[in-house]
């Protein structure tokens, strides 16, 4: 499966920004995708993931409660809701997939996309 990731843009702090993950090659209902994210000089961290397996999302503590991972099957994509936005969200995001049941590791995803810029500035 293919994975290509949209979306991402500049945008002031307490703004929103909404991400789509776009697969094409396979049906991507029995996917398992995660949302990550790596900022300059850091690791790239878990942000949210959606198991189709357990029909379940979840998310990074640092996220909870502002973003959402939700997908729409009928569009083979994925998405992730951003809303209040903080300087410290300022990172490359990245969709990943497998046919697993999820993890919050990045190890665990075989398919990734190719990433997108999301800048929050002060």
């Known amino acids: 499966v293919q994975l290509q990731a949209s979306g991402g843009g500049l945008v002031q702090a307490g703004g929103s920004l909404r991400l789509s993950c776009a697969a094409s090659?396979?049906?991507?209902?029995?996917?398992?995708v995660g949302w990550f994210r790596q900022a300059p000089g850091k690791e790239r961290e878990f942000v949210a993931g959606d198991s189709w397996l357990e029909s379940s999302t979840f998310y990074a503590h640092s996220v909870k409660g502002r973003f959402t991972i939700s997908r729409d099957n009928a569009r083979n994509t994925v998405y992730l809701q951003m809303n209040s936005l903080k300087p410290e969200d300022t990172a490359v995001y990245y969709c990943?997939?497998?046919?697993?049941?999820?993890?919050?590791?990045?190890?665990?995803?075989?398919?990734w996309g190719q990433g997108t810029q999301v800048t929050v500035s002060s």
């Open positions: 090659g396979r049906t991507f209902s029995t996917y398992a």
């Open positions: 990943a997939a497998d046919q697993s049941r999820g993890s919050r590791f990045a190890n665990a995803y075989e398919y």
